[in-house]
């Protein structure tokens, strides 16, 4: 055979940034969105869904100005040409179906959504293409209750998932960056541009330090790998103010009025300042200022952002697989932006919301023991010894399914050897067993295998012979469910 008649066969692999998911996670993340979304019913916010998959213009943030809208989308054309991407965030969607449904909807709309989104950006360590979120949003609400209340949300839905002190809400305004920005001369519509690089190397202070977000304001930065991120290109006479503003470590005092955010005669500034006035005193009213603070640095990277801005942190030490020390970054992040539905309508609709970041906050929990990573017990197992007789034994796995019972029929080829093996894989408490003499008897063997696994352990042959006894023994075929039943709470399975 020559080469070229080989077969070519493709090669098992991922594409990067994106990932599998075993079942054991899968689990433990159902049980964490219940709990949140508990949270959120109880603040009286409705669930929603929206399609993964939007027309580029309609998300805004990223339209198709060259070949394919590619930058930070995944973007195709559909048959009649238009251009679709899939959502990169749930809040794009929302601002259109809010849009589309205005007149229908009451109002303020208060809905929660949870779903992947995807970014066509650089992968790195904790940075994926693909990941889930968990948004709540309020839709025609100008009052900053609706931000503060969203930072009480945040606050109830960590403090459920047992984070108590080991968390902080920080909440910030971006008029206030805003403001400053103004006084540098980086005002009006001409510098929006150079204004959102700032908000973006602001927005890695966290990852990069300082001096990392000093070169984004400047020239640029190149990264451990060299590629290189063009900066805002700064004067230094700019750049000091927002360093001043942002320096981690400085002692902002409790009073808010009295910050020095450096926003001068700004209107915008200050008019950004008094809303922070406004969330911090009904945080206080409220009890949640030793869990919700002021923080300077807070200004999220998206570009729609208009007003308060708010993200959550675990305070606790967090370890990768190695047991080495890492910054988790934001679990919880947020913010008003009033101009995302006016794109659509041309009529102003405030809106705030907060997005919690599913695989983070789950990864976060693991780490921290707030939630089981244990897998989940497998099904009882009815293996099947004789082919002829395979009705009896599916009659059998679907006698214990309708006692609520999750029981699996073997459906290989294998022997008896084999199918017990594979049921010790699939981590079953029990399994059941009938041959030819116990279906002539009208019985069932019932066999413990969490039991059974012991009695190597035991020394004692009378013990031993005992626990032999309960590890394997027969039923009547009409006593199979009670059996497996007394099995499973042996085990409190």
Known sequence: MSNKDETVRPEARLPKGLFDVPAEEIRASAAMLATISDVFESYGFEPLDTPA???????????????????????????????????????????????ANYATLPKPFRRYQSGPVWRNEKPGPGRFRQFTQFDADTVGAASVAADAELCMLAADTLEALGLRGQYVVKVNNRRILDGVLESIGLGGD?????????????DKLDRLGLHGVEALLGKGRKDDSGDFTKGAELERNQIVPILSMIEPGRDRGDQIAVIDFG??????????????????????????????????????????????????????????????????????????????????????????????????????????????????????VVPVLDR????????????????????????GESGMKVQMKYADRRGAPCVVIQGGDEHAKGEVQIKDLI??????????????????????????????????RDVLARHKA
Do not use: C, H
């Open 53 to 99: 998959i939007e027309y580029s213009d309609a998300l805004g943030k990223f339209l198709p100005d060259q070949d394919r809208p590619n930058e930070g989308v995944f973007s195709f054309k559909d048959d009649d040409g238009e251009w679709l991407s899939l959502r990169y965030d749930l809040t794009a969607p929302l601002a259109r179906y809010v849009a």
């Open 190 to 202: 001409n510098q929006a541009p150079r204004r959102l690089l700032v908000l973006r190397a602001i």
């Open 263 to 380: 926003v001068g005669g700004s209107e915008i500034g200050t008019a950004g300042l008094k809303e922070l006035e406004q969330i911090n005193s009904l945080i206080a009213v409220a009890g949640y200022s030793d869990r919700i603070r002021v923080d300077p640095t807070v200004v999220r990277g998206l570009e729609y952002y208009t007003g308060p801005v708010f993200e959550a942190d675990l305070t606790a030490p967090i370890t990768d697989n190695r047991g080495q020390p890492i910054r988790l970054g934001s679990v919880v992040s947020g913010g008003r932006y009033d101009g995302l539905v006016e794109r659509f309508t041309g009529e102003k609709v405030p809106a705030t919301g907060i997005s919690i970041g599913v695989s983070r906050l789950l990864y976060g929990l693991k780490t921290l023991d707030k939630l089981s990573t244990e897998s989940a017990q497998g099904p009882v």
């Open 388 to 411: 002829d007789r395979i009705a009896d034994y599916q009659s059998m796995a679907m006698k214990l399914r309708r006692a609520g019972i999750r029981a699996e029929l073997y459906l």
């Open 451 to 484: 039991l059974g696994a012991t009695l190597t352990a035991i020394k004692d042959r009378d013990e031993y012979l005992k626990k032999q006894a309960e590890a394997q023994f027969p039923v009547p075929e009409s006593k199979l469910v009670e059996a497996v």
